[in-house]
Every structure is written in C-alpha cells, then in structure tokens.
C-alpha cells in the first residue's frame, strides 16, 4: 500500500503556521513581561483599548478586540473585581453597559506604558519593517474576517 502524498507545503511555508507560531511567541512574551503587573495579555489589550478610545459600551470593545461577548463578560468582570475597571449600565437602556477604567486602572495603564517598547525591542526589527508587517497583518486578518462573513451569510 503506498503512502497518501499530500498537496500540503511544509509546515514552515505555511502562512497560517507561521502566524500561529508567532502567536504563541507573542504570547510567551508577553505572559512574562505582564506577570509582574498581575495581567493576562486580553486584560493588556482592554486596558490599551480603553485608554486609546475611552469608555465604551461592552459590544464596541467587543469589536475593537475582536472578541465575542461570551469571551469578553466574564475578562470585564475580573478585571472589575480587581479594581481596574467598572461597569455601568445605561439609563435609558439596561441592555447596555458601559465600560470605563477606574483610578486604579489609569495607574496600571500608565505602569504598562513601559510593554510596548520591550515588546519592540524583542522583535529585533527596525521601525519601518515592524510597520510594513503590521500593515500586511491587518490586510491579511480584514480579508479573512470579510471572506469568513461572506461565506458564513451565502451559508444561510
């Protein structure tokens, strides 16, 4: 019986894996450099995002990070626990709550301030090739996130 062949590249020409495994490098790091402020790298990435856009309504943090609502709740109400964060809901409409950083989460964002050029540094690349790959990147993830949408409505 012989072997199936495969159409498959290798591992290592496969763009997916190579995301996938910088990812996981990403992850690594950053698990390091967050472990001395008592944060998980989604917790970073809500700081960052509130501190760039200011308080949001859980659903428009929920699409500036790329995170379902089942994923995002309980990461808020940690977050709320440790007294970084505190949820509102609207007056005019309990459906809606509004996320704001508290004092405590101003500090600590001001403290994480010092993440990204450690994370820089770590890449050993210059400015304008981190630029030209994070700009690649975000065309590359539009394009799967607009092929993945597309499919899923012809789908239904």
Do not use: W
Not at 58 to 83: F, H, I, Q, W
Not at 96 to 124: D, H, M, W, Y
Not at 125 to 133: C, E, G, Q, T, V
Request: include cysteine; aromatic fraction near 6%; proline fraction near 6%.
């Amino acid at each position: 019986m012989k072997p199936a062949t495969s159409t498959n590249p290798p591992l290592e020409n496969m763009v997916c894996f190579s995301v996938y495994a910088a990812g996981l490098a990403f992850n690594r790091l950053y698990r390091g450099l967050l472990e001395e402020f008592g944060l998980t790298y989604p917790q970073f990435l809500v700081l960052v995002a509130l501190h760039e856009k200011g308080p949001l309504k859980v659903g428009e943090l929920g699409e500036a990070l790329y995170l379902e609502s089942n994923t995002l709740t309980p990461l808020l109400k940690r977050m709320e626990t440790m007294g970084l964060l505190s949820r509102q809901r609207d007056v005019k409409d309990e459906r809606i709550v509004r996320i704001s950083v508290t004092k405590a989460g101003n500090k600590l964002t001001a403290e994480i301030g010092c993440i990204p050029p450690q994370v820089f540094e770590a890449t050993q690349m210059k400015p304008k090739k981190i630029a030209s790959l994070t700009a690649k990147l975000n065309t590359l993830a539009s394009a799967l996130r607009e092929h993945t949408q597309s499919t899923q409505r012809s789908s239904t």
